[in-house]
């Protein structure tokens, strides 16, 4: 197949009789923003050296070869890649990007049988016990987000080819493994983690439906949301969360959970990823069959189940770095945190926490998801990019070394590597939100938006600042988080009335051009303390001793009674960089050291902190960092 990609966007025109532009699934807001200062230049790196760097020939392999034999997942990344390169097309528009992405759907679309199954695996696997069907979620959603492009107006029109291509393929899953499947069992059966894997291709079901409107994909969404639910063995998403049982205490209710201790689990529930793409998918199919049924109480059970376990998820899982899972799995590590936990932060858990956090921000327009989703891009998230841009980190410690994924199937990537920069996305989506009416600010960065300029060196500085480029009346929503708890706001110099933290400030008036809104943040470095162990932030941002700094003994602990939890930390300064490698850095005399007996042992010592995310950015093994510290022990303890 030969598609001419043609390179002419119409967005501001288009955007606004285009069917979806309600819809955050895909392409959503992405023209709208264009990302400056450090922030933009590290997305400009990864879209031409990750996004860009991609071979669409070598991802797309295997579709046209199907050798798959051992059960893997080579059929995730093409849909994964098309996940971000649709979104970053209409970002940073250039003929490169068109030309891969007509590349990787020209040899899709040519892999597809006459069955409908687009995939790797021979007949006799196919929708069986490997990762098959989480392979097919990933190229409906790659399929869908070119079709969604087609309609966008900016591309060459394929004449719902990619949009058929879906069907059929969706179409294949249903006849294999949807009610009374040739295959003889349940979609939640197939594949691993109670169903987790599988189950997850919800959510491009439901796009899909959303898409065409035909009634038979809301229906086998509905069929996936039984399994979801109703099996005993099965994932049990709804009510084991309605009951209140933690994310990491979910086996064991009607499953055999396995004790082998590998990766890929056939029963167990604590696969953090696969779960929370899961309810990401239940939060999709709520929205669209509410349109249908009305606020039924099932209904409202399936979104409550979601934001439940979010919650949870919150209390429990979510450390600091807002990076959550030990080795995938969800383990209590919040109150864990301060340990040598193996494989922390899987880049997967972290961009799929920022996806899910970003539907629950639409869902609930609670701006305590947004804090979530700042905390986590700033630490978790652009600590496991690899500075210039080129990949993502498998897993991310808090205190170690930065290092390269893995290979997975064979193949010269992995998961990780491969969703890293959907993550980014969650961030610039969720920037501003300008509908003409509303202009919703959930993050502060030096940015174009929509009507706007806005100038901040945040969160390095406590300050943001914007300039209307437009004129008339609209509603500017600002989030003001919940850490900052004295946020300032001022317009056109005038500092306003009922900012509070954990809301949205609303600034109602009729814009004239040039009009300033400046908001001062309060920012102070914050003492987190478990367990004779102690860690900092600030804002929303973990800060990091790192051995480039040369400051000395990172396991040297602090005095006992000196730090406290919650506690404001003095003596901390912003300090200029020694290096471009590290974005922020603060000075800071503590109480460290051993020998406070003695006058001069009883000094503070002056050292070094950097931001989380550029600690140990060198990925050498001799960079090494560290977040939390111990503190002394007393004798009656
Ligand atoms: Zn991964």
């Given at each position: 197949m030969n598609f001419r990609a043609i390179p002419v966007f119409v967005l501001a025109a288009g955007a606004a009789t285009?069917?979806?532009?309600?819809?955050?699934?895909?392409?959503?807001?992405?023209?709208?923003t264009r990302l400056k200062g450090p922030l933009g230049e590290k997305l400009d790196r990864m879209i031409e050296r990750h996004v860009l760097g991609t071979d669409l020939n070598y991802i797309t392999a295997p579709f046209m070869e199907k050798t798959e034999t051992k059960g893997w997942w080579q059929t995730e990344f093409w849909g994964k890649w098309m996940h971000s390169a649709i979104p970053y097309s209409h970002y940073a528009p250039s003929d490169r990007m068109y030309n891969a992405i007509e590349t990787g759907i020209g040899r899709i679309l040519e892999s597809q049988e006459p069955s409908g199954y687009i995939g790797n695996y021979p007949d006799e696997l196919r929708?069986?016990?490997?990762?098959d069907v989480w392979g097919m979620k990933y190229t409906l959603m790659g399929l869908l987000h070119d079709y969604d492009n087609e309609q966008r107006g900016g591309w060459v029109s394929r004449m719902n080819v990619p949009l058929d291509a879906a069907k059929k393929l969706c179409d294949y899953v249903i006849a294999e493994?949807?009610?009374?499947?040739?295959?003889?069992?349940?979609?939640?059966?197939?594949?691993n983690w109670s169903g987790y894997a599988s189950s997850s291709i919800l959510e491009p079901v439901v796009w899909l439906y959303r898409r065409t409107n035909e009634k038979k994909y809301l229906d086998f969404a509905t069929y996936i949301v039984k399994g979801m639910s109703e099996p005993e063995s099965g994932p049990r998403l709804v009510d084991l969360a309605l009951k209140g049982v933690s994310v990491a205490d979910r086996n064991g209710y009607g499953n055999k959970p396995d004790t082998h201790g590998g990766y890929v689990m056939k029963h167990n529930r604590w696969k953090s990823y696969e779960m929370m793409s899961c309810y990401q998918g239940i939060l999709d199919y709520v929205e669209e069959k509410e349109k249908l049924d009305g606020c039924t109480e099932a209904l409202r059970n399936l979104r409550k189940a979601a934001i439940m376990t979010a919650d949870d998820i919150v209390k429990e899982e979510i450390n600091l770095a807002g990076g959550c899972a030990c080795s995938e799995a969800w383990y209590h590590g919040a109150r864990k945190q301060h340990l040598p936990y193996?494989?922390?932060?899987e880049t997967c858990v972290t961009t799929t926490w920022m996806r899910f956090c970003e539907k629950l921000l639409e869902v609930t327009d609670d701006p305590k998801w947004a804090d979530q989703i700042e905390r986590t891009f700033y630490n978790a998230y652009l600590a496991a990019m690899k500075p210039d841009g080129s990949e993502f980190a498998g897993y991310t410690p808090l205190s170690g070394n930065r290092w390269h994924g893995q290979h997975h199937c064979y193949m010269h990537t992995d998961c990780c590597t491969a969703n890293g920069?959907?993550?980014?996305l969650c961030f610039l989506k969720e920037l501003c939100r300008n509908d003409g009416k509303t202009a919703t600010f959930n993050f502060y960065a030096s940015a174009l938006v929509k009507g706007f300029d806005m100038y901040s060196l945040y969160p390095r500085a406590n300050y943001a600042r914007i300039v209307s480029h437009t004129e008339g009346p609209l509603a500017m929503r600002l989030r003001i988080p919940a850490w900052s708890a004295k946020t300032v706001v001022k317009v056109n110099g005038a500092a306003q009335d009922g900012v509070k933290p954990g809301s949205y400030f609303t600034v109602s008036r009729d814009w004239k051009l040039g009009d300033i809104v400046e908001i001062t943040f309060d920012m102070p470095v914050v003492a987190h303390v478990i367990d004779h162990s102690v860690a900092f932030t600030r804002g929303p941002v973990l800060l990091a001793r790192d051995s480039r700094f040369a400051d000395g003994d990172m396991t040297e602990p602090f005095r006992r009674g000196v730090v406290a939890d919650g506690k404001r930390m003095d003596g901390f300064s912003a300090v200029r960089t020694?290096?471009?490698?590290?974005w922020m850095a603060f000075s800071a005399t503590l109480p460290i050291g051993s020998h406070h007996e003695n006058p001069e042992g009883a000094n503070g010592l002056a050292v070094m902190f950097c931001d989380y995310a550029s600690a140990g950015n060198l990925w050498q093994p001799s960079n090494y960092y560290r977040t939390w510290f111990p503190v002394e022990y007393g004798p009656e303890e």
């Open positions: 285009f069917a979806l532009a309600a819809s955050r699934d895909s392409i959503d807001n992405i023209g709208e929708c069986g016990e490997g990762w493994i949807g009610p009374n499947g040739r295959r003889g069992r349940e979609l939640w059966q197939t594949g193996l494989h922390l932060h920069p959907r993550g980014f020694p290096s471009d490698d590290i």
